[in-house]
């Protein structure tokens, strides 16, 4: 099937008019061959023509914009994918910028000769820019769920974008409003338990991507008195919750997470703990993934608990590291993690042995090495170390490498502890061979850290630190 998005370039309102009765014409003229996706075709691009033209003309008063928003979002619902994709790339090219207004304005700043003109131009560049693409997406915040069906869209752009680069400009416009919308200020924090509707606990079961919730009774455990679980809600979506925060009441830093998971662990009186940990966050919108909700999100969270237990001393995660795995794997490979010749003698096949075959990459091949005491401790050293400079050092366009540490990082927090084999499930060896990071969270050094981070300073501990030595 032809491609909308790379065959529609209309850049003039004239251009624009002569496209659509082009288009018209197809969807009433019989042509030789046409099938009946092509019929379907052209049947859509004829209904949102007119819709599109209806807004256009800003015809009538708010309840006919918001019948028009209504059949527009009701169109693309209907829509199967291959159609989604031309709407999108439809909504993208009708509703650009004028060509000519942008060539004007950038003309002007290039020929700009002191301040004032400058200023105007800027002006005027401003102006041009105000694609009316971000103005007929706003329309659809006239229906009450409105948001949600944006949302809805983006989670399609996303999985369009490495077919249809083309829709990359309504991708930023999108984000740019998701990003105003959701800003952590409109949020509002609600603390989840056994006794919250039924709805939200099954969207807590459905979305929770971090450690799989199995059934009913681990849910209730997760939600038992010496746990506590929020989450974050949109005015405008009050029954979609937005984000999940599950978090442990302990005496002390866990070594990992089986006791955390253990549904026969014994229940800890909430009085007498001293450490929340941070043990999962799930983004329960997948249409939003990449928009940021802001810094020191969870700084609400720990407040509220810090309100409410007083007595705790200590905050932090217990966090996977999702990239790991794949990073040592391409740094072993390329032989920038070896081991010394003492770490390859202790695991060579039998003593005395050639050790020039014994790597990282080869010891970590062999499925019982995390299983093997002897194996387990001479791998200890020199992958905590890979994982501080993984974490330390390792960076993408500015910002750490890790999602999970960018995120906490971002939120004010500091890199605290790596824990050894935390994790030996099979996703947690997957993901990062069973290592596992702790981000602590000290309310007196939240803003400081988030300002060390906007600096390019990762705060961690003396313990992590002395890992890079």
Not at 55 to 63: D, F, L, S, T, V
Not at 182 to 197: A, C, M, V
Not at 356 to 367: D, M
Not at 459 to 469: D, I, P
Request: aromatic share 8%.
């Amino acid at each position: 099937m032809e491609n909308a998005a790379d065959t529609i370039h209309p850049l003039t309102a004239l251009d624009r008019i002569g496209y659509w009765w082009r288009r018209l014409a197809a969807s009433v003229l019989p042509r030789l061959g046409e099938t009946a996706a092509d019929r379907a075709r052209a049947r859509l691009v004829a209904q949102l023509h007119e819709l599109f033209e209806d807004y256009r003309a800003h015809r009538k008063g708010e309840a006919s914009a918001r019948l028009r928003a209504e059949k527009i979002a009701a169109v693309y619902r209907a829509a199967d994918p291959a159609q989604r994709a031309i709407i999108l790339g439809l909504i993208t090219h009708e509703f650009a910028p004028d060509r000519n207004a942008l060539d004007d304005a950038l003309g002007a700043m290039q020929s700009a000769a002191n301040d004032a003109e400058l200023g105007r131009a800027e002006a005027q560049l401003r102006i041009a820019l105000d694609a009316p693409r971000a103005r007929f997406l706003t329309q659809f915040n006239l229906l009450p769920d409105g948001v949600k069906f944006l949302i809805e869209l983006r989670n399609d752009l996303l999985g369009m974008l490495p077919r249809e680069p083309s829709l990359e400009v309504l991708e930023v416009e999108l984000d740019g409003l998701l990003s105003s919308w959701f800003d952590p200020g409109f949020l509002e924090l609600e603390r989840i338990t056994w006794q919250s509707p039924a709805f939200v606990l099954e969207k807590l079961m459905a979305y929770e991507a971090v450690h799989p919730i199995e059934s009913w009774n681990d849910m209730r455990n997760r939600l038992d008195t010496d746990r506590r679980c929020y989450a974050f809600f949109h005015p405008r979506m009050p029954d979609e919750p937005l984000i999940f925060v599950e978090i442990a009441l302990l005496k002390g830093m866990p070594s990992g997470m089986q006791l955390l998971l253990d549904q026969s662990a014994p229940v800890l009186d909430p009085q007498t703990a001293d450490t929340a940990i941070f043990y999962s966050i799930s983004n329960a919108q997948r249409g939003l993934r990449g928009i940021s909700f802001g810094n020191l999100l969870l700084n609400r969270v720990i407040k509220d608990l810090h309100r409410d237990l007083p007595h705790l001393k200590l905050f932090a995660t217990l966090s996977p590291l999702p990239g790991f795995r794949l990073w040592l794997d391409q740094t072993a490979a390329r032989g920038a993690a070896p081991l010394s010749a003492s770490e390859a003698a202790k695991l060579a096949p039998a003593p005395g042995a050639d050790v020039q075959g014994v790597t990282l990459a080869t010891v970590l091949a062999r499925p019982e090495w995390a299983s093997d005491p002897k194996s387990a401790a001479v791998l200890r050293a020199p992958m905590e170390k890979l994982c501080a400079r993984y974490l330390l050092t390792e960076k993408s366009g500015g910002h750490p490498l890790d999602p999970v540490a960018n995120f906490h990082l971002n939120n004010g927090a500091r890199v605290n502890r790596i824990l050894w084999l935390a994790d030996t499930s099979e996703r947690g060896m997957r993901q990062s061979y069973g290592l596992m990071a702790s981000y602590r969270y000290d309310l007196d050094e939240i803003d400081k850290n988030f300002e060390r981070l906007m600096h390019g300073q990762i705060t961690a501990s003396n313990r992590v630190q002395r890992l890079l030595g």
